[in-house]
């Protein structure tokens, strides 16, 4: 009766052993999951922080667009001008730019 109990119990400590080895290898696999988490939200920090440098001077282009229409710098001639210079291809010049450019432009 004991020899039996002494197997069963030897049956019941590898069972165990057996467990361990597979509760270790689950906890690398979740200490390897929370490292490429931790990654992922440091990347996604460098992201947000870019992101908010984008807003910042995009604002900072929109209040400077905006302080220039209201001061009346950028007249549509003008606008239109500097669209001919990036695209020399557009044909609908306004007659006004034309008349307005003091660069001598000829079209």
């Not at 009766?1 to 690398?28: A, C, G, N, R, Y």
């Not at 440091?42 to 001077?57: A, D, E, S």
Request: hydrophobic share 50%; glycine share 2%; proline share 2%.
């Amino acid at each position: 009766m004991i020899l039996l109990l002494l197997k069963q119990t030897l049956i019941l400590l590898k069972q165990t052993l057996i467990l361990l080895k597979q509760t270790l290898i689950l906890l690398k696999q979740t200490l390897i999951l929370l490292k490429q988490t931790l990654i992922l939200l440091k990347q996604t920090l460098i992201l947000l922080k870019q992101t908010l440098i984008l807003l910042k001077q995009t604002l900072i282009l929109l209040q400077s667009n905006t302080l220039q229409l209201a001061a009346g710098m950028e007249t549509t001639p003008r606008i239109v001008t500097k669209l001919h210079d990036i695209c020399p291809q557009l044909l609908w010049i306004s007659a006004e730019t034309r008349e307005n450019d003091s660069r001598g432009l000829k079209y």
